[in-house]
């Protein structure tokens, strides 16, 4: 747990500061993703906060975090499609 927190912190100075080596932050999201309800917490916290979202859109050096966010958020939205019963909602999807 102490670790996660630590973790947190080394996410966070990625964030604030883009052109700082991303290495250890990218050690903290293959761990937050390595767990189901960490990465929901990562995603409503990365997606929900509206200053950490623009941060994240504009730096050109946190592109791996985009990415990762990207496809988590496709991650948990395919399971989804793929249990609604409608072909179309599916399809859209993938």
């Known amino acids: 747990m102490i670790d996660r927190l630590r973790g947190?912190?080394?996410?966070?100075?990625?964030?604030?500061?883009?052109?700082?080596?991303?290495i250890p932050a990218r050690e903290v999201l293959r761990d937050l993703g390595s767990d189901e309800s960490s990465l929901g917490v990562a995603l409503c916290m990365r997606s929900s906060h509206p200053d950490l979202s623009a941060t994240i859109a504009e730096?050109?050096?946190?592109?791996?975090?985009r990415a990762w966010v990207g496809i988590t958020c496709l991650l948990a939205a395919y399971p989804l499609a793929d249990g609604v019963p409608n072909g179309l909602c599916h399809s859209l999807l993938v």
């Open 8 to 22: 947190w912190d080394v996410l966070s100075a990625a964030i604030r500061d883009p052109d700082s080596s991303f």
């Open 59 to 65: 730096a050109e050096g946190l592109v791996e975090l």
